[in-house]
Protein backbone atom coordinates (compact mmCIF):
# COMPACT_ATOMS: atom_id res chain seq x y z
CA UNK A 1 0.00 0.00 0.00
CA UNK A 2 1.06 3.60 -0.88
CA UNK A 3 1.39 5.44 2.41
CA UNK A 4 0.20 8.62 0.87
CA UNK A 5 -3.15 6.91 0.08
CA UNK A 6 -3.84 7.39 3.73
CA UNK A 7 -3.10 11.50 3.77
CA UNK A 8 -5.98 14.21 3.72
CA UNK A 9 -5.51 17.64 3.69
CA UNK A 10 -7.74 20.75 4.25
CA UNK A 11 -7.74 23.76 2.28
CA UNK A 12 -9.94 25.89 4.57
CA UNK A 13 -7.36 26.86 7.34
CA UNK A 14 -5.12 26.07 10.42
CA UNK A 15 -5.78 24.44 13.00
CA UNK A 16 -4.37 22.30 16.09
CA UNK A 17 -4.84 18.65 16.99
CA UNK A 18 -4.05 18.02 20.80
CA UNK A 19 -5.24 14.62 22.91
CA UNK A 20 -7.66 15.11 25.42
CA UNK A 21 -5.54 14.18 28.37
CA UNK A 22 -1.82 15.30 28.61
CA UNK A 23 -0.63 11.39 29.46
CA UNK A 24 -1.51 10.62 26.02
CA UNK A 25 1.06 9.86 23.36
CA UNK A 26 0.13 9.82 19.85
CA UNK A 27 1.86 10.27 15.85
CA UNK A 28 0.98 11.63 12.88
CA UNK A 29 2.36 11.37 9.48
CA UNK A 30 2.39 14.86 7.58
CA UNK A 31 3.59 15.71 3.93
CA UNK A 32 3.80 18.80 2.25
CA UNK A 33 1.79 19.84 -1.03
CA UNK A 34 3.32 19.71 -4.38
CA UNK A 35 2.83 23.50 -4.74
CA UNK A 36 2.06 25.89 -1.64
CA UNK A 37 -1.78 26.06 -2.86
CA UNK A 38 -2.41 22.90 -2.68
CA UNK A 39 -1.31 19.50 -5.09
CA UNK A 40 -0.88 16.18 -4.55
CA UNK A 41 1.43 15.19 -1.19
CA UNK A 42 5.48 14.87 -2.11
CA UNK A 43 6.38 11.33 -0.84
CA UNK A 44 10.06 13.05 -0.40
CA UNK A 45 8.53 15.51 2.44
CA UNK A 46 6.81 12.68 4.27
CA UNK A 47 7.44 12.74 7.77
CA UNK A 48 5.91 11.10 11.32
CA UNK A 49 6.36 13.48 14.43
CA UNK A 50 5.39 11.58 17.67
CA UNK A 51 3.68 13.94 20.75
CA UNK A 52 3.46 13.94 24.10
CA UNK A 53 3.28 15.52 27.63
CA UNK A 54 0.44 18.44 26.07
CA UNK A 55 2.24 18.84 22.86
CA UNK A 56 0.07 19.49 19.61
CA UNK A 57 0.71 20.27 15.76
CA UNK A 58 -0.67 23.27 13.92
CA UNK A 59 -1.09 22.22 10.79
CA UNK A 60 -1.06 24.68 8.13
CA UNK A 61 -3.59 24.85 5.09
CA UNK A 62 -2.89 22.36 2.26
CA UNK A 63 -0.69 20.04 4.76
CA UNK A 64 -1.12 16.27 4.06
CA UNK A 65 -1.51 14.51 7.38
CA UNK A 66 -2.70 11.40 8.96
CA UNK A 67 -5.73 11.07 11.67
CA UNK A 68 -3.75 11.16 14.92
CA UNK A 69 -2.66 7.67 15.44
CA UNK A 70 -2.74 6.78 19.42
CA UNK A 71 0.24 4.74 20.48
CA UNK A 72 -0.09 3.73 24.27
CA UNK A 73 -2.34 4.02 26.93
CA UNK A 74 -5.90 3.66 27.45
CA UNK A 75 -8.35 1.91 25.50
CA UNK A 76 -9.89 5.17 23.99
CA UNK A 77 -8.29 8.67 23.20
CA UNK A 78 -10.67 11.95 23.00
CA UNK A 79 -8.99 14.34 20.48
CA UNK A 80 -9.51 17.54 20.22
CA UNK A 81 -9.29 19.96 17.10
CA UNK A 82 -9.51 23.77 17.54
CA UNK A 83 -9.13 25.85 14.61
CA UNK A 84 -6.65 28.47 14.09
CA UNK A 85 -7.78 30.49 11.18
CA UNK A 86 -10.29 29.53 8.96
CA UNK A 87 -12.12 30.71 5.43
CA UNK A 88 -14.70 28.18 5.44
CA UNK A 89 -16.71 26.36 7.94
CA UNK A 90 -16.32 23.20 6.90
CA UNK A 91 -17.90 20.48 9.56
CA UNK A 92 -17.23 16.39 8.62
CA UNK A 93 -19.26 14.22 11.51
CA UNK A 94 -17.08 11.10 11.29
CA UNK A 95 -19.51 8.87 12.62
CA UNK A 96 -22.57 9.90 10.49
CA UNK A 97 -20.15 9.74 7.14
CA UNK A 98 -18.58 6.26 7.88
CA UNK A 99 -21.70 4.28 10.50
CA UNK A 100 -19.00 4.40 13.52
CA UNK A 101 -16.06 7.01 15.27
CA UNK A 102 -12.39 6.49 14.06
CA UNK A 103 -11.16 3.17 15.66
CA UNK A 104 -7.58 1.80 15.76
CA UNK A 105 -6.56 -1.40 16.93
CA UNK A 106 -3.61 -1.47 19.05
CA UNK A 107 -1.58 -5.38 18.36
CA UNK A 108 1.27 -6.88 19.55
Known sequence: MNPL??????????????AGEEEDVFAMAVALPSHPDGGDPVEDTLRVFTFRNGAAPRLNPNVWHTVPIPLVGRQSTLFREVVAATNANVVINVKAESGHPVQFAQGL
Open 5 to 18: QLLMARPDGTFFVR
